[in-house]
């Protein structure tokens, strides 16, 4: 490091950085500086992504007046080139000049990538490097591999920061970059990310294993890394700026995951509540890349998903005999011993929303379907007491379900001779079409109608169920209990389930305005 950067990188002191970048982005010159100006209150530390801009340079004169007026904010001057991932269509000169220009304009951090140093004269970087501190890059688009030979290559060029992304295709990848970073951070200043959607948790977790700081962007229209998070996520969701060696790591796994809910209300949950855990989305392309990552990171509980309930069952230490019933767990406990204990709480998620409303023992109650969600509604309500019907569109797996545990299958056409306390909707009839109902208005003789489907929040059946004279049990309600469940199980708290089900009522709202607006545009 040279005299004359010492006095700069003083003031950068890896620990007095910001945990979260936020990386801007604008059309143009004027909607960039507006995008700053509105972050500047809460985001003390933003990326200007000089590169998305047609002419980069014209930006410059209002970089200025903005770190002027904002000298609070620490700015990065990026203008990445073509060649190295980014959008500058410029020579290496003109990307060098700039970002020298952008140094002068007040950013006091600078971002060049090892394709463009690696060409420049020693002179060049430490001219850049007497009014900045030099963040140098390197990205892999398709894979996290050779990471140490990588920042071998790097450490040859003087910086301040090295900064390497991978691209993860496998869960593994995350473990593979925060071994990395847990190896190397003590002796250089890195900031280590995997892309995509696999590596979304090495953007919170990497900062617990080193990495100086991560990228957000501003909104999700707004990403300029795939698998990039908003700020408002990393902040208010995952809460990174309290994430610590002590910070217990939970996830929800399967595939797909991006679109799961989970995150969330358990996030919610824990802020609420206080624990020092953080609650990730694990997209598992396959059980065996999950079980490697949950051993390695480690982690201390997940909620199984789609398609894995079953399948998992065999890679686990135990299970309770309740969910060796149902042949189906949703929830994983690591022990302290590395044990890994299986629970199905979705039966709660059945019995919960029930319990608050009316006696279970003695309630007559028919459930709709025979796969993985009714058998543990027929297993929790039997428990309890309740007389369980099972009508599905296949006998077969009704009646097995109904030998085992010892409840009664229907025939539809018979329906109509019964009225039942509760019917439960546990088949996918609905989801994600507002035109389909599992029964027809003059099947719905209940008191109460509960459907397990939550996606859309209003479903035809609930419409048809309420004309009928029924009281309605949303989905939501069975979501936020097996969840509330998983939450008890993991912290031996009890669950703040009206706070979750307030979360999740509100993703829902919103998701579902925002399929309004996107189905109107395409009108
Ligand atoms: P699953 O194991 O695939 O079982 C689906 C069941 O629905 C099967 O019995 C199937 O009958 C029946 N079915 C499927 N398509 C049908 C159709 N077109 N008409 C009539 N019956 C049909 O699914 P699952 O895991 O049990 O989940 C069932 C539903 O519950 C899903 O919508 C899921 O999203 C929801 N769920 C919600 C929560 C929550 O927290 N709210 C939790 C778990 C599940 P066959 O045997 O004839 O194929």
Known sequence: MTAASNNFVARLRPLRLPRVCVAVIGSDPAAMIEKAENLARDNTFLEFRLDYLPKPALALPKIRQFTQYHSHVMAVATCRRVAAGGKFRGSAASQLDILAKAVAAGCQLVDLELQTASHCKPEQLRRLRTQAALILSYHDFRATRKLDETLEKMVAISADFYKIVGTATTLSDNVTMMKFLEKNSGLHSLIGICMGEQGVISRVLGVRAGSVFTFAAVSDDEKTASGQMTTQELRSTYRIEQVDAATRVYGVAGDPIAHSLSPAIMNAAMRRETVNGVYLPLHAKTLKDLLACVRDIPIHGLSITMPYKSAILSHLDNTDSHTAKIGACNTVVRAQDGNLYGFNTDSAGVVRPLELRITIEGAKILVLGAGGAA??????????????????????????????????????????????????????????????????????????????????????????????????????????????RQFEIWTGKPAPWDEMLRVVTKALEERAAKNTVENSKKK
């Not at 569109?393 to 085992?404: D, N, V």
């Not at 609905?430 to 459907?451: C, H, Q, T, W």
Request: aromatic share 8%.
């Open 375 to 484: 058998r543990a509604a027929v297993y929790g309500l039997k428990e309890r007491g309740a007389e369980v019907y099972i009508l599905n569109r296949t006998p077969g797996p009704a009646q097995k379900i109904a030998r085992s545990a010892r409840a009664r299958t229907l025939k539809r056409a018979d329906l109509k001779k019964h009225t039942f306390d509760v019917i439960i909707n546990a088949t996918p009839v609905g989801m994600g079409n507002p035109r389909e109902s599992p029964l027809n208005e003059n099947e719905i003789k209940a008191r109460y109608v509960f459907d397990m489907i939550y996606d859309p929040p209003e479903t035809r059946f609930m419409k048809m169920a309420r004309a009928a004279g029924a009281e309605v049990i949303p989905g939501a309600e069975m979501f936020v209990h097996q969840a509330a």
